[in-house]
């Protein structure tokens, strides 16, 4: 089984709804991580959580909103979805007791289109 | 602030040596690394560097860090068809806790 999961996998929504996306893991890390990638730009950090009462914006978290329910899960929410935020979002944790503490495991990816 | 380039393409024939180039702003990094990414799924840790090392090698890579020109490289040997992918650099920033990674290069492996 994955230690990092991603749902959904592939999502197509309407511009100005709120969409969701959730992250699992089971490598026990406090350390979680929410990036989007798209095409010639690499993957930008939206958010990440070091614990459960941890919340940090990363460069690009406008129009984002992140919860951390538990230590093993960190959801994503688009409150109003717009076309620009179409792209591959990505899950990832660490922990900092390894490689220097910055060595990310990421998920499987969400491919994310608003229309 | 904390800058990662890469280019965005490199096309090798398969058996020869691979070179994939980044440079960096940070001079503080500690740690760099190198992800690989293959078509339709998440990045994967290749190897890492500390930044007090000048090279590190793990059987087909080498990794060579420049840390006076901020230059960090990735040589793969006998580059396969199975190492075709996009490839991340990314550094650990003296002054965060986070990564910054660079735009990716992909990598084509012509048979």
């Known amino acids: 089984d994955a230690d990092v999961t991603q749902t959904p996998r592939n999502r197509i929504t309407k511009t100005g709804k709120r969409i969701m996306l959730e992250c699992s893991q089971t490598k026990g890390h406090d350390r979680m991580y929410w990036y989007r990638q798209d095409p010639g730009l690499g993957l930008r950090l939206i958010y990440y959580s070091f614990d459960v009462k941890d919340i940090n914006k990363g460069e690009i978290s406008d129009g984002y909103s992140v919860s951390r329910q538990a230590q093993a899960k960190f959801s994503l929410s688009l409150e109003s979805a717009i076309p620009n935020q179409t792209a591959l979002y990505f899950c990832?944790?660490?922990?900092?007791?390894?490689?220097?503490?910055?060595?990310?495991?990421f998920g499987p990816g969400t491919r994310l289109t608003v229309t | 602030g904390e800058d990662v380039e890469q280019s965005l393409f490199l096309s090798v024939r398969e058996g020869d040596s691979s070179v994939i180039n980044c440079t960096y702003t940070?001079?503080?990094?500690?740690?760099l690394y190198w992800y690989k990414q293959e078509p339709g799924a998440g990045l994967q840790l290749l190897t890492y560097?500390?930044?007090?090392?000048d090279m590190k090698q793990d059987q087909r890579l080498t990794v060579l860090l420049n840390k006076k020109d901020k230059h960090l490289s990735l040589r793969i040997a006998d580059t396969q068809t199975g190492d075709s992918a996009i490839y991340f650099c990314a550094e650990k920033g003296g002054a965060t806790n986070k990564l910054i990674f660079g735009t990716g290069t992909l990598l084509a492996v012509q048979p």
């Open positions: 940070d001079s503080s990094s500690t740690y």
């Open positions: 990832a944790t660490s922990d900092p007791k390894f490689s220097g503490g910055y060595e990310q495991y």
């Open positions: 560097i500390f930044s007090n090392m």
